[in-house]
């Protein structure tokens, strides 16, 4: 069997269906044996004849007593069965099928899905109106189909048509690719593929669809494992990484010069990183932690290490407001250590930016800052050995690679992020990477108190902020759109800036702060707030990463659901970065009562892990790696919350398999089967 072979050439499909399928992701016959189906009607349930009621759906058993054919004044085909199961006996109505009249014969045993009502043929009698399924029962096959599979079809695809397309592929199925290894399927009591594929299209026992569930699961998870594992191993493979030498002067001297002890775990993971560093394998580590954990110095001291050793450290940050910070942070430190340190994004001026290119290119600068603009074509490193990117999930994994291509020798690759998603899924999502967690906050951080007000604690609230503003600190009030649009009601920052700063703030100063603004003014107003000269900002989501005021303390979120849980997580991290006491205050007047629990998991929890994972079952799996943008395409049946077991069982197969040269040829096929050779596309530049 040709499993690429288009879904066209199927028997009855042709090419007008054809096209249908493939606009659900069906265009060959793999992908129609892995579109699994989305639920099944349990038609294990018998409804005793006597006991239908009307507009109702049932499944009814019985022996055919006759089979009448009609036809209606309209000239439609009408068949009708009398159906006798020991309780009673009702009629069930066929249109237009007149072969009916061959295949079911009196005596014989039906089984009947369908919807009740009242017959139109005058006597008005219950019946099964609507047939929805239905089969003859024999002694082989008495439980034939108890499950109904049901897809998520395009229009023209009917059903039943649909079915019998994949009963007629599954029939003559042979010799499908499977990722698992026989021993592995003998080790996990797994079906084989087979047996999986053709009990998930037609159960026969509820356990049919556990088993070929557990199955399919494992492989699809096995297989992303194997995928993640194996690249890495070709991408570090052949590839001689850099070795830096144990900490040495000048690595020890700025260690020593930070204003702050390092927490225990930020310890332990720059022990990770060193290990990393000094070792010829290059360096391809995750470090996950949540808001205001303290990343940023890590990512120094690594840059310095670079650096001691010879080489330039690059750190890419997804927004130029980040970029500066860090720019400005990294020089407070590292200046009179004579490092240099340079800025490159977009918003520089021709010079600056041509000087910048030759700064980087003849080694002058040793630590360069910059946005995407880091990984245009006319960049060029003198001698790139570390390459870090803050905010991962801000970026794409390709973005990430591009500037790894920058070195000409493997470079050491650091990736951050605050994302706070559950451990075990980091592994299905980073599983290329290793990883490092901090998980402890850094000492005196004040939990962040937050509330869930609606319109009516409007003006409380802001008295409340006006309140802390005259205590010397300061507030971000985040709106969800820049400009009034007509359909929805969402607040505008532009609408909210000017009823604040006339209104209740009129003698405080305030800015307004959104992506319109040129990168200069947006960098202005950030200057200003950063040396408090700005004391409340109205703002859209720019201010979402890694912004770092301590000395804002309150946060008021307009229009709160219209944001995600995991982003109103981060636009809270803004504050309580330093020793006050801080606030965050989500507005919203939704009624619904869905968004309403949504919004006060942000009162109850304060720990983004545990946030995350709420946010997840709330929203559902599946749309999972979209939301990572990490460019793999979506799971078709695992679900990384709660198949966790299965993940890491098959996390600890596939380590030992892709050692395994031989074994891997098999795997990579199935692999490309599945995601229509894309998989290995997805580092790719
Ligand atoms: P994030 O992990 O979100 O990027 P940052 O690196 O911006 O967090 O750190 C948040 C704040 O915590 C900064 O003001 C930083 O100076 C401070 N910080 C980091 N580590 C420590 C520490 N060990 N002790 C005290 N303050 C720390
Ligand atoms: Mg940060």
Same mark, same amino acid.
């Given at each position: 069997m040709n499993f690429r072979e288009n879904i066209q050439y199927i028997k009855g499909v042709g090419p007008k269906k054809a096209q249908a399928l493939k606009k659900i992701g069906i265009g060959n016959i793999y992908n129609l044996l892995t579109y699994y189906p989305k639920r099944y009607s349990d038609q294990s349930e018998i409804t005793a004849i006597n006991a239908i009621e009307p507009d109702a759906t049932v499944n009814i058993k019985g022996s055919i007593l006759n089979v009448q054919e009609k036809t209606s004044h309209r000239g439609m085909k009408i068949i009708t069965v009398i159906l006798h199961d020991g309780t009673g006996t009702t009629q069930v109505i066929w249109f237009n099928?007149?072969?009916l009249k061959r295949s079911l014969k009196p005596g014989m045993s039906l089984f009947v899905r369908g919807k009740t009502g009242y017959a139109y043929n005058g006597y008005g009698q219950l019946c099964i109106k609507q047939v929805i399924s239905y089969f003859l029962l024999d002694d082989t096959n008495n439980n034939q189909c108890q499950f109904l599979p049901l897809y998520t079809l395009p229009d023209m695809i009917k059903p039943k048509f649909y079915r019998s397309v994949l009963e007629n592929v599954l029939s003559t199925l042979d010799n499908i690719p499977c990722a698992l290894d026989r021993s592995i399927i003998a080790a996990y009591h797994l079906l084989s593929k087979t047996d999986a594929l053709r009990k998930i299209h037609f159960p026969q026992t509820k356990n049919d669809i556990k088993e070929s569930r557990e199955m399919l699961i494992f492989e699809e998870l096995f297989m992303i494992q194997c995928g993640l594992i194996y690249m890495r191993k070709i991408n570090s493979q052949n590839k001689q990484g850099i070795r830096c030498l144990p900490n040495s002067n000048l690595v020890k001297k700025i260690y020593k010069a930070l204003p702050f002890k390092l927490t225990d775990d930020q310890e332990k993971v720059w022990n990770e990183i060193c290990l990393d560093m000094q070792s010829t394998r290059p360096m391809q580590r995750l470090l996950q932690g949540d808001v205001g954990s303290g990343k940023t110095v890590i990512a120094v001291m690594a840059l310095v290490k670079a650096v001691e050793n010879g080489w330039q450290g690059a750190l890419m940050a997804p927004t130029e407001v980040l970029a500066k910070q860090h720019f400005d942070n990294f020089n407070k430190l590292l200046n009179p250590f004579g490092i240099k340190v340079g800025l490159l994004i977009g918003s520089l001026s021709a010079k600056e930016h041509n000087e910048a290119l030759q700064y980087i290119k003849n080694g002058e600068w040793q630590i360069i800052i910059g946005t995407h603009a880091l990984i245009q074509d006319k960049v060029q490193f003198a001698k790139l050995g570390l390459v870090i990117t803050d905010e991962q999930h801000r970026f794409g994994v390709a973005q990430r690679a591009r500037l790894e291509t920058?070195?000409?020798?493997?470079p050491d690759v650091l990736v951050m992020t605050a994302t706070p998603i559950p451990r075990t899924m980091t592994l299905t999502v980073y599983g290329d990477l290793d990883v490092s967690v901090i998980h402890q906050l850094p000492p005196g951080r004040k939990n962040i108190r937050t509330f869930l007000r609606t319109k009516n604690a409007r003006e409380k609230v802001y008295q409340f902020v006006l309140a802390q503003i005259k205590a010397g600190r300061q507030a971000y009030v985040v709106c969800p759109l820049i400009e009034l649009s007509e359909n929805v009601g969402a607040a505008s920052a532009e609408a909210i800036f000017e009823e604040l700063r006339t209104g209740i703030f009129k003698d405080v100063n305030c800015a307004l702060l959104h992506g319109k603004l040129s990168a200069k003014e947006k960098g202005k107003i950030m200057q200003d707030f950063f040396t408090n000269k700005v004391n409340l900002l109205i703002s859209t989501t720019v201010i979402e990463v890694g912004v770092n005021v301590p000395n804002a303390s309150i946060m008021v979120v307009e229009g709160a659901e219209r944001f995600g849980l995991a982003q109103l997580h981060q636009l809270r %991290?803004?504050?309580?970065? %330093?020793s006050y006491k801080s606030y965050c205050i989500l507005l919203s007047d939704s009624k619904s009562s869905k968004t309403k629990e949504r919004l006060s998991l942000m009162e109850k929890i304060s720990d983004g892990f545990v946030l995350a994972e709420a946010d997840l079952r709330l929203r559902g799996p599946g749309q999972f790696f979209g939301a990572m943008q990490h460019g793999l395409p979506d799971l078709k049946i695992a679900d990384v919350l709660n198949d966790t077991d299965i993940l890491l069982a098959a996390r600890k197969e596939a380590e030992k398999w892709c050692v395994k040269k031989k074994s891997m040829r098999e795997i990579i096929e199935t692999i490309n089967l599945q995601y229509e050779d894309n998989f290995f596309k997805i580092t790719d530049v």
């Amino acid at each position: 069997m040709n499993f690429r072979e288009n879904i066209q050439y199927i028997k009855g499909v042709g090419p007008k269906k054809a096209q249908a399928l493939k606009k659900i992701g069906i265009g060959n016959i793999y992908n129609l044996l892995t579109y699994y189906p989305k639920r099944y009607s349990d038609q294990s349930e018998i409804t005793a004849i006597n006991a239908i009621e009307p507009d109702a759906t049932v499944n009814i058993k019985g022996s055919i007593l006759n089979v009448q054919e009609k036809t209606s004044h309209r000239g439609m085909k009408i068949i009708t069965v009398i159906l006798h199961d020991g309780t009673g006996t009702t009629q069930v109505i066929w249109f237009n099928q007149p072969f009916l009249k061959r295949s079911l014969k009196p005596g014989m045993s039906l089984f009947v899905r369908g919807k009740t009502g009242y017959a139109y043929n005058g006597y008005g009698q219950l019946c099964i109106k609507q047939v929805i399924s239905y089969f003859l029962l024999d002694d082989t096959n008495n439980n034939q189909c108890q499950f109904l599979p049901l897809y998520t079809l395009p229009d023209m695809i009917k059903p039943k048509f649909y079915r019998s397309v994949l009963e007629n592929v599954l029939s003559t199925l042979d010799n499908i690719p499977c990722a698992l290894d026989r021993s592995i399927i003998a080790a996990y009591h797994l079906l084989s593929k087979t047996d999986a594929l053709r009990k998930i299209h037609f159960p026969q026992t509820k356990n049919d669809i556990k088993e070929s569930r557990e199955m399919l699961i494992f492989e699809e998870l096995f297989m992303i494992q194997c995928g993640l594992i194996y690249m890495r191993k070709i991408n570090s493979q052949n590839k001689q990484g850099i070795r830096c030498l144990p900490n040495s002067n000048l690595v020890k001297k700025i260690y020593k010069a930070l204003p702050f002890k390092l927490t225990d775990d930020q310890e332990k993971v720059w022990n990770e990183i060193c290990l990393d560093m000094q070792s010829t394998r290059p360096m391809q580590r995750l470090l996950q932690g949540d808001v205001g954990s303290g990343k940023t110095v890590i990512a120094v001291m690594a840059l310095v290490k670079a650096v001691e050793n010879g080489w330039q450290g690059a750190l890419m940050a997804p927004t130029e407001v980040l970029a500066k910070q860090h720019f400005d942070n990294f020089n407070k430190l590292l200046n009179p250590f004579g490092i240099k340190v340079g800025l490159l994004i977009g918003s520089l001026s021709a010079k600056e930016h041509n000087e910048a290119l030759q700064y980087i290119k003849n080694g002058e600068w040793q630590i360069i800052i910059g946005t995407h603009a880091l990984i245009q074509d006319k960049v060029q490193f003198a001698k790139l050995g570390l390459v870090i990117t803050d905010e991962q999930h801000r970026f794409g994994v390709a973005q990430r690679a591009r500037l790894e291509t920058k070195a000409e020798q493997t470079p050491d690759v650091l990736v951050m992020t605050a994302t706070p998603i559950p451990r075990t899924m980091t592994l299905t999502v980073y599983g290329d990477l290793d990883v490092s967690v901090i998980h402890q906050l850094p000492p005196g951080r004040k939990n962040i108190r937050t509330f869930l007000r609606t319109k009516n604690a409007r003006e409380k609230v802001y008295q409340f902020v006006l309140a802390q503003i005259k205590a010397g600190r300061q507030a971000y009030v985040v709106c969800p759109l820049i400009e009034l649009s007509e359909n929805v009601g969402a607040a505008s920052a532009e609408a909210i800036f000017e009823e604040l700063r006339t209104g209740i703030f009129k003698d405080v100063n305030c800015a307004l702060l959104h992506g319109k603004l040129s990168a200069k003014e947006k960098g202005k107003i950030m200057q200003d707030f950063f040396t408090n000269k700005v004391n409340l900002l109205i703002s859209t989501t720019v201010i979402e990463v890694g912004v770092n005021v301590p000395n804002a303390s309150i946060m008021v979120v307009e229009g709160a659901e219209r944001f995600g849980l995991a982003q109103l997580h981060q636009l809270r %991290g803004r504050v309580g970065r %330093g020793s006050y006491k801080s606030y965050c205050i989500l507005l919203s007047d939704s009624k619904s009562s869905k968004t309403k629990e949504r919004l006060s998991l942000m009162e109850k929890i304060s720990d983004g892990f545990v946030l995350a994972e709420a946010d997840l079952r709330l929203r559902g799996p599946g749309q999972f790696f979209g939301a990572m943008q990490h460019g793999l395409p979506d799971l078709k049946i695992a679900d990384v919350l709660n198949d966790t077991d299965i993940l890491l069982a098959a996390r600890k197969e596939a380590e030992k398999w892709c050692v395994k040269k031989k074994s891997m040829r098999e795997i990579i096929e199935t692999i490309n089967l599945q995601y229509e050779d894309n998989f290995f596309k997805i580092t790719d530049v």
